[in-house]
């Protein structure tokens, strides 16, 4: 409404001029196609009243007046109207606008389009007192177009389109000049100016189907709505009764781990009365001790956060909630707790507790969640480590007494396992090897004699100290006998290496004397007893000992050695008496040459100068002998 508004005061007919007259033949008549003054023979669209044509040149803008002088105010807007009207009288194609549509039970947009009209009647009139501006087929169907300028179309009027069942369109011309051209005036009815449908039935169609959407829609909604509070409402009832019924708990649920926390100063923290205890199966002392050991101590949520929720879930993995309190939501427990003032969902008990520990200074802030404080946290840790390191040393040794029991033949070993074992009677204490192994009694001594007869049943290591307890005696009387027999065994091995050495050398010494030696030498050499060889001949040395090898082989280097030089010896004398030989026989006749080589002389050691020639020296002294036989019985030459 604001815009037509806008538009009467644009466009109001007090201000636009009347540029169209109506002739008397009913057709419209544009101020420059009249004659000037009355003689344009033209009355005003709205009033009939007899117009005058302004056309003179003092005049701004050529225009129609009224003859009485007073416009009536209307003619420019009856104008519009009729030009409007005109530009259907030649079947033109027309815009309809767009609207709603069913397709397929879907409301969807059906678009703009233009059709094809053809003109029917300006004016229609039927019994129900419908009038259209004007009526037109298109697409086979009638169809009916309101022309507004001022005044729009009333529910009214709609109501009645509606009851016709006539599809009806109605265009917006109040934002056109009112003085536009023909042209400007057909463009904007046929195609430009805004428009929309004032009745179609397929609009109502989609419309009903739209609304019935909206109610299926809504009685959904409200239905959903519904059955959630049901659902909520029972929830709460169920969870009020279940509370309520709930078994009380017995002092037969014992905490298992309740004997640790109280070694480390925690017992008094647990069996805590909270709101919300008969969500759980077992005592508070019980869950409790589970929250302090298993979340606290042990890290079961790994690096998760240490608070309520996470630790509630781990609780009802554990089996401790009952089951009628597994995740609840927080507004049923908060209706339950309305009507049931000592409920709390088993996630608030155990925030309840958690602010309990905090209080009494047993947890801290950490993080997003909370800590065991150290001073319980320290020695308890300690505690837990030692009692590991015991529990190892424990089923180790129960895993390496259970082995070697499994070494003993059936009949040595009787009925007795590891565990049985633990509960006989370790000698040196007098308690049982399970106590003194608890109480870290003796344990490297225990440890000891039993890595002793693992030993001795692997066959290595000197014989068992201790039995500990074990059926082992005939298990190391074998051993011994084992032992024994070993010996004798390494005995005979080594005498059999030992002879196989002296015959080595043995052999050893002939390869070498054989070298060297032949005949009745080498016979003479390895079996004459000898001193420097304390005694032994050559080859008993050598089968003595290394050391008699060596001695050995050195002796005969030296035979060897001497043998060489006694031989050198020979032939140098040999030489120096073919010499003076040759030298005498030479010098003296036959006969005193020989004489003279054979015959024993004073000066030459009571020797003959044959045997006397024997290096240079010698051999110089015979010659100067010779020289006095040549002397004495020498002949010319
Ligand atoms: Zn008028």
Redesign the pocket.
């Known amino acids: 409404m604001e815009d037509h508004r806008e538009a009467r005061k644009t466009y109001g007919s007090d201000r636009a001029q009347l540029a169209y007259g109506l002739r008397p033949d009913g057709t419209l008549a544009h101020i420059t196609e009249v004659q000037r003054g009355l003689a344009c023979g033209c009355i005003?669209?709205?009033?009939?009243?007899k117009l005058v044509a302004r056309t003179k040149d003092d005049h701004q803008v050529p225009h129609f007046a009224?003859n009485s002088g007073e416009?009536?105010?209307?003619?420019p807007e009856t104008v519009l109207h009729l030009l409007a009207k005109e530009a259907f009288r030649a079947n033109p194609k027309m815009l309809l606008p767009e609207r709603p549509a069913l397709d397929e039970r879907k409301v969807v947009t059906k678009p703009g389009q233009e059709v094809e009209t053809e003109f029917l009647r300006l004016e229609y009139t039927d019994p129900k007192k419908i009038i259209p501006d004007l009526y037109v087929r298109a697409l086979g169907y009638d169809l009916f177009v309101e022309i507004a300028v001022t005044h729009f179309s009333d529910e009214a009027k709609i109501q009645l389109l509606r009851e016709h069942r006539i599809p009806a369109v109605e265009v917006d011309l109040s934002r056109l000049p009112r003085d536009s051209t023909r042209e400007a005036i057909a463009d904007a009815v046929l195609r430009t100016a805004p428009r929309h449908w004032l009745y179609h039935p397929g609009i109502d169609a989609a419309e009903a189907k739209r609304r019935a959407d909206e109610q299926k829609w809504q009685a959904e909604i409200e239905k959903r709505q519904a059955n959630a509070q049901a659902r909520h409402a029972r929830r709460v009832n169920e969870l009020v009764h279940a509370y309520r019924t709930a078994p009380s708990h017995t002092m037969m649920d014992e905490a298992p781990r309740l004997a640790e926390l109280q070694t480390v100063g925690l017992g008094e923290h647990v069996g805590i009365t909270v709101a919300g205890v008969g969500c759980f199966a077992v005592p508070p002392a019980v869950w409790q001790t589970r929250i302090l050991t298993e979340v606290f101590h042990d890290r079961c949520l790994g690096n998760g956060v240490c608070k309520a929720v996470p630790i509630t879930q781990h609780l009802e993995k554990a089996g401790v909630i009952r089951s009628p309190f597994h995740r609840v939501s927080g507004a049923v427990a908060n209706d339950a707790a309305t009507v049931e003032p000592n409920f709390a969902p088993p996630w608030k008990a155990v925030d309840a507790y958690l602010k309990h520990l905090a209080g009494a200074g047993v947890l801290v802030s950490h993080g997003y969640g909370m800590a065991l404080a150290s001073k319980f946290a320290e020695p308890w840790k300690a505690r837990t480590l030692a009692e590991k390191r015991r529990t190892d040393v424990m089923q180790a040794a129960v895993q390496t007494v259970d082995w070697i029991l499994a070494q003993l033949p059936g009949d040595e070993r009787g009925t007795m396992t590891g565990d049985s074992w633990l509960n006989t009677i370790h000698a040196e204490s007098g308690m049982t090897y399970r106590a003194a192994l608890q109480a870290d009694l003796e344990v490297p001594k225990i440890a000891g004699e039993i890595d002793a007869i693992v030993d001795m049943l692997e066959k290595r290591g000197p014989l068992p100290q201790g039995a500990v307890g074990l059926p082992i005696g005939a298990a190391i009387e074998r051993r011994k006998a084992q032992m024994a027999k070993q010996a004798d065994e390494l005995r005979a091995k080594r005498m059999e290496e030992a002879k196989r050495l002296r015959l080595s050398r043995h052999d050893r010494l002939c390869v070498d004397a054989e070298k060297e030696l032949s005949g009745p030498d080498l016979g003479n050499f390895l079996n004459t007893k000898r001193d420097d060889l304390s005694g032994m001949t050559p080859l008993e040395s050598a089968q003595d000992s290394e050391t008699g090898l060596n001695r050995a082989r050195n002796v005969l280097f030296d035979l060897v050695r001497q043998r060489a030089r006694e031989a050198e010896a020979d032939a140098e004398r040999k030489r120096y008496q073919e010499k003076i030989t040759a030298d005498a026989k030479r010098s003296l006749p036959p006969e005193h040459a020989d004489t003279f080589l054979n015959g024993r002389d004073d000066d030459l050691g009571r020797t003959t100068p044959l045997l006397f020639a024997k290096d240079d020296s010698t051999y110089r002294k015979a010659l100067k002998k010779l020289s006095e036989w040549q002397r004495e019985f020498g002949q010319p030459f």
């Open positions: 005003c669209p709205a009033c009939d009243g009224h416009a009536c105010g209307g003619g």
